[in-house]
T-cell receptor, first 108, second 111 residues
């Protein structure tokens, strides 16, 4: 089945810094989502982005489907951005496969 | 009100007990999923259902069963709980194969 890797596994930032999280996948996909799991365990949809670029406030994401990767950008990070960021991918007719996540800690 | 709800939110039980986790959704989606998350890991699919008459095993279905009582309800059962089933359990819904929406999770501890 499809393999999903995320990097870095852990990231510590000072408040106000920018960061880039990466998701690599081993096969063509027709669905890719980014999620944020907050410290209370809640999973929040960030982006549905099988290709192209999207922006939502301080967050943006780019997926280059032909090269099998996606990037999540966080600008001017805040302590509330802390948590684990997952990407999940699916090929047509198949279910989602989640990456192992990137754990982000934003320090005040 | 939340679109996807799970009950209970927390449960502690003993080895050998039968446990049922329930999920309800008001999004009107046909597709529903049960995932398991272990500490430090991503989510793994247990079972999924594309409509009331369709139930499918996921990556880690052994030791679990499900029931799709209605479009809006999808229950997960542990027939005889064991300690390595201690985990955070999530229900999710989706329309076709687009965005998945997750419930708040159920934290299950098996002693």
């Amino acid at each position: 089945g499809i393999q999903v890797e995320q990097s870095p596994p852990d990231l510590i930032l000072q408040e106000g810094a920018n960061s880039t999280l990466r998701c690599n996948f081993s096969d063509s996909v027709n669905n890719l989502q980014w999620f944020h799991q907050n410290p209370w365990g809640q999973l929040i949809n960030l982006f549905y982005i099988p290709s192209g670029t999207k922006q939502n406030g301080r967050l943006s994401a780019t997926t280059v489907a032909t090269e099998r990767y996606s990037l999540l950008y966080i600008s001017s990070s805040q302590t509330t951005d802390s948590g684990v960021y997952f990407c999940a991918v699916a090929t047509y007719g198949q279910n989602f496969v989640f990456g192992p996540g990137t754990r982000l800690s934003v320090l005040p | 009100d939340a679109d996807v709800t799970q009950t209970p939110r927390n449960r502690i039980t003993k080895t050998g007990k039968r446990i049922m986790l329930e999920c309800s959704q008001t999004k009107g989606h046909d597709r529903m999923y049960w995932y398991r998350q272990d500490p430090g890991l991503g989510l793994r699919l247990i079972y999924y259902s594309f409509d009331v008459k369709d139930i499918n095993k996921g990556e880690i279905s052994d030791g679990y069963s499900v029931s799709r009582q209605a479009q809006a309800k999808f229950s997960l059962s542990l027939e005889s709980a064991i300690p390595n089933q201690t985990a955070l359990y999530f229900c999710a819904t989706s329309d076709l194969q687009t965005t998945q929406y997750f419930g708040p999770g159920t934290r299950l501890t098996v002693l």
